[in-house]
């Protein structure tokens, strides 16, 4: 018998935001397959013309609870490229360290509390504490350094407060660094495990082929600031991120999309993995392997595996921070910022992918005009197309509407959507 | 302002020195948020199970995949700002016996009623959708605009350990109490240098304590997101303001930030509170 089904995810559950999916298969035919999203905006761009730019930070650190401190930096490099400020290499390289733990945060939060549970037979990370115990434990023990790495270097992992326009407005002890550092060397045994862990987990056999964009690597795993580029061949400049978004709106989502050679593109960790495979720490290159995930990766389920590969890469590389940190001299915390009139965009990787914030400042340091450009804006696209693909493969094999029920929605919570922040 | 213990349903009982304690079923719902707060739950890992042990756990659609709707605790995530928000705040009123706002969103609407100071959802849609029509319901509010709050938790984020506290005095059925004084009596108890020593604008004199002077900690001014303390001395702030060099434009930029100065601000006058 032809397969018919109706399924209605509403909305989808273990994901940042309120997005619904829903699948109508007719006789073995895909007649819909849809990504809804129906967050509430906020209109962080409109609220932010005329503040002063030094303040831009600290709001737009509040687009995202999640992803706050890339939003943070992001904002703060916006402001340093309109007025021209060069950050010293003890900032640049503190930036880069809070990012690191932002990421191992975010990353460890999705892996463990949200996608986890799919594979494990679960509805939520709560049963887990008394079915995995080991698995729970060392999820909070990795968390809780990278949200303890926050703090140090931040203030506090949501909404940090030390990083501000020009530095940061308080210095880590260098004991505190080290003890850091210290805690970073031991977690390599539970990020074998994590390796471990997901590699022993099933994803579906399904590719799309899809276009990548994210920053590009020039010597180095790239996160802050630098040229854009897509697997497609596309490479442009930070400024001209607006031939990278193209951004446009679709009656069903609250969020804008975005396009570029294709009618959607993917962005994140899978993203950044198989763009700059070659940079990433040899022992990030050694998870990948373990995992299956080779570039270019086409499977989007893979970005669980794209996330753990990266988890790997941010610990060994904080570790290189640290010890730069501490063999160099101290430097001043901050510089003194005088606002300007210009234009500055900044492009960084926030744990779901490259993020965008540009304003326009005027001669009295006030913003005038603002834009945000968000991973999972520039995701809702793929999804909806993947979401489309991975239906019609449903449906050609004949799967039960519960099995595809539960393989729609693994498919989505793996580009681990923050979807408030998307409809900013 | 808390009447705590009121009409709470044990949905279990956990026992604590011999002492029979309820395990009442919460819910978290979020509305228009960067859903911060709800993170900062999960935070606190060496504690974190234990202290979800103090509850049985009925929604919690950010990490969770079951969901009732049985349930005697609310909290509330980010305020109003859309006619399906406030439908899915009463229906968690109806159930809950305690609905607690949750942070600066839901107790004043948060950085999110900026939006209203520069013509509502009409205008501010304009300049990021274009023509692109928004559903949103002109302005953002904060949820006590709409049902009755039996708790607020302040807070940009909320502070863990407050809310630890908070939820285990609202647990054992022990009143919850909010500091009265302003956030300048803490951040001098930590003997953390004036902000306005560093030269920074700080809005420590009038906001309400209680966070452990998180942001003059670490050395950057209060923006006031805990609200007003009682008796919070506006016409004062001002005045030592100006003595140390900021506008009166720029103290109001800061008041606005959060919605907690709100009833200060919409009279129109800077005078006393």
């Keep these: ?59 737009c650190g509040r687009i995202c609870g999640i992803c706050s401190v890339s939003h943070t930096l992001a904002s703060i490099r916006a402001v340093e490229n309109a007025c021209g400020l060069v950050p010293s290499r003890q900032t640049s390289d503190l930036r880069l360290l809070l990012n690191h733990f932002e990421t191992l945060q975010s990353h460890i939060l999705h892996l463990y509390f949200l996608a986890a549970p799919d594979f494990l037979g679960q509805g939520s990370v709560f049963p887990l504490v008394k079915t995995h115990p080991d698995e729970v434990q060392r999820a909070l023990r990795l968390k809780m350094l990278a949200n303890d790495g926050c703090d140090i270097i931040g203030g506090r992992s949501v909404h940090p407060v030390r990083a501000v326009v020009g530095g940061f407005t308080v210095l880590p002890e260098k004991k505190q660094l080290s003890a850091l550092r210290q805690r970073l060397e031991t977690a390599a045994a539970d990020l074998d495990a994590t390796v471990e862990l997901f590699a022993g987990f099933s994803v579906p056999d399904f590719t799309r082929e899809t276009e990548f964009v994210s920053l590009k690597g020039e010597g180095e795993y790239p996160f802050i600031g630098g040229r854009l580029v897509s697997s497609d061949g596309v490479v442009k400049e930070e400024h001209e991120y607006l031939d990278m978004t193209n951004e446009y709106t679709v ?43 080779a570039p270019v990766c086409h499977n989007p389920f893979m970005n669980n595996a794209a996330q753990v590969v990266e988890c790997v890469h941010v610990v060994m590389d904080a570790v290189a921070i640290i010890d730069r940190l501490l063999a160099a001299d101290p430097d001043d915390a901050a510089v003194r910022f005088e606002p300007r009139e210009g234009v500055g965009v900044a492009a960084l990787e926030a744990p779901r992918g490259v993020l965008y914030h540009a304003y326009e400042i005027d001669g009295s340091g006030r913003i005038r005009r603002a834009d945000c ?27 039960e509407d519960r099995e595809i029920e539960h393989l729609a929605q693994v498919l989505v919570r793996a580009y681990d959507p923050c979807i408030s922040c998307s409809v900013h | ?108 609407g948060g950085v999110n009623q900026l939006v209203n100071r520069i013509g509502g959802h009409g205008r501010a849609g304009k300049v990021v959708y274009g023509d692109f029509p928004v559903d949103a319901r002109g302005v953002s509010e904060p949820v006590s605009s709409f049902v009755q709050v039996d708790l607020f938790i302040y807070g940009c984020p909320v502070r863990k350990e407050e809310v630890e506290k908070i939820v285990t005095d609202l647990v054992l059925g022990r009143p919850v109490v909010y500091p009265s004084y302003p956030l300048c009596m803490e951040c001098k108890a930590e003997e953390n240098i004036c902000l306005f020593d560093l030269g920074e604008p700080c ?64 009279r129109g006058s800077t005078g006393t509170g």
């Excluded at chain 2, 001395?233 to 709100?262: I, K, S, T």
Aim: hydrophobic share 40%; proline share 4%.
């Design chain 1, 373 to 399: 450009v968000i991973p999972t804006g520039q995701n809702h696209a793929n999804i909806y197309h993947d979401l489309a693909a991975f239906a019609e493969s449903c449906a050609a094999k004949g799967m």
């Design chain 1, 251 to 293: 009656p069903h989502s609250t969020s804008k999309w975005t396009r570029l050679s294709r009618q959607s593109f993917a962005v994140g960790a899978l993203a950044r993995v198989n763009n700059n495979f070659a940079f990433l720490h040899p022992r990030a290159r050694d998870a990948a392997s373990f995992l299956g995930l």
């Design chain 1, 1 to 59: 018998m032809r397969l018919s089904c109706d399924i209605e995810v509403k909305p989808l559950t273990r994901v940042e935001g309120y997005g619904n999916i829903s699948i109508r298969i007719r006789d073995g035919r895909v007649e819909e397959a849809k990504w809804e999203v129906v967050e509430t905006p906020r209109f962080f761009e409109a609220m932010l013309a005329g503040r002063r730019c030094g303040d831009a930070p600290l709001l």
């Design chain 2, 203 to 266: 809005l420590g004199p009038v906001t309400m304590a209680g966070c452990g002077a998180w942001c003059p900690g670490n050395r950057v001014g209060c923006w006031g997101c805990r609200g007003p303390a009682r008796d919070a001395n506006m016409e004062q702030l001002f005045a030592v303001m100006e003595r140390h060099g900021f506008p009166a434009d720029m103290v109001m930029e800061r008041l606005e930030c959060f919605g907690g100065f709100n009833r200060y601000l919409d």
């Design chain 2, 1 to 108: 302002m808390n009447e705590s213990g009121r009409n709470i349903r044990p949905g279990g009982e956990r026992n604590y020195l011999g002492v029979a304690v309820p395990r009442p079923r919460v819910a978290f719902l979020e509305l228009t948020s960067c859903e911060g707060c709800q993170l900062q739950i999960l935070n606190r890992e060496a504690g974190l199970f234990d202290f979800l042990d103090l509850v049985e756990i009925a929604d919690f659609r950010e990490v969770m995949t079951e969901r009732s709707e049985d349930y005697e605790i609310a909290f509330v995530e980010g305020c109003i700002s859309r006619d399906d928000e406030v439908e899915r705040l009463r229906s968690a009123r109806e159930r809950a016996s305690q609905l607690v706002a949750f942070g600066s969103c839901a107790c004043f």
